[in-house]
């Protein structure tokens, strides 16, 4: 059974740097066609891609993102790391991080959310 | 980017009615067109992929059809559980983007 949880501040300040880490279980992105993904969603909108990460440390950006996101994993294979560079109050929203399914972009297994807010 | 256009952005249908929400790429997408269920506070859950492809463990009342460019997903029998926003997502190419969203309820 694959499992996500993610993990970090709740409240940043603008212009912080925001640090999420995705824990799971049930697989590992050290095997062949492992991936995980980021994803937002402000508060009543829809979601938004923020990065994935593959077992081959083949990583991918939103372009709207890319001067401010970073992903990394760990190298046991189970976590991956979401950096977010000078937040804005506009990057207020849950981040969800997810298992993509080997080898096909299917987002199958979801961490619960975490709930970030930016405010001074 | 391509734009993932949904449509209604919300209904409300009585329980026991066919549903059908529309979902409409800005460029032919071919297969790569997912569905998803989300209710409130919860994280997505993934209903159907690659168009018509039922995810194992989601109720048959659940199905997608379309191609290239217009896709629909359809409840057969709308069931109070069914209440929840649902969104289409294309994985065409990079950047992957979301339908805004059609939120069900129950009248």
């Known amino acids: 059974q694959i499992t996500l949880k993610e993990s970090g501040p709740t409240l940043v300040k603008p212009t912080q740097t925001l640090t999420l880490t995705c824990s799971f279980s049930?697989?590992?992105?050290?095997?062949?066609?492992?991936?995980v993904a980021w994803f937002r969603q402000p508060p009543g909108r829809t979601l938004e891609w923020l990065a994935h990460?593959?077992?081959?440390?083949?990583?991918r950006y939103s372009p709207s993102l890319q001067k401010r996101v970073t992903i990394t994993k760990d190298t046991s294979g189970n976590q991956a790391v979401l950096t977010l560079t000078n937040m804005d109050p506009v990057d207020t929203g849950t981040y969800y991080c997810?298992?993509?399914?080997?080898?096909?972009?299917?987002?199958?297994?979801w961490g619960q959310g975490i709930s970030v807010t930016v405010s001074s | 980017d391509i734009q993932m256009t949904q449509s209604p952005s919300s209904l409300s249908a009585s329980v026991g009615d066919r549903v059908t929400i529309t979902c409409q790429a800005s460029?032919?997408?071919?297969?790569?067109l997912n569905w998803y269920q989300q209710k409130p506070g919860k994280p997505p859950n993934l209903l159907i992929y690659?168009?018509?492809n039922l995810e194992s463990g989601v109720s048959s009342r659940f199905s997608g059809s379309g191609s290239g460019t217009h896709f629909t997903l359809t409840v057969s029998s709308l069931q109070p559980e069914d209440v929840a926003t649902y969104y289409c997502?294309?994985?065409?190419?990079?950047?992957?983007?979301f339908g805004g969203g059609t939120k069900v309820e129950i009248k």
């Open positions: 997502q294309h994985y065409d190419h990079l950047p992957l983007t």
């Open positions: 997810a298992h993509r399914r080997r080898y096909i972009t299917i987002f199958d297994f």
């Open positions: 460029q032919d997408i071919d297969k790569y």
């Open positions: 990460i593959s077992w081959d440390d083949d990583k």
């Open positions: 690659d168009v018509s």
């Open positions: 049930g697989f590992s992105l050290s095997t062949s066609g492992e991936a």
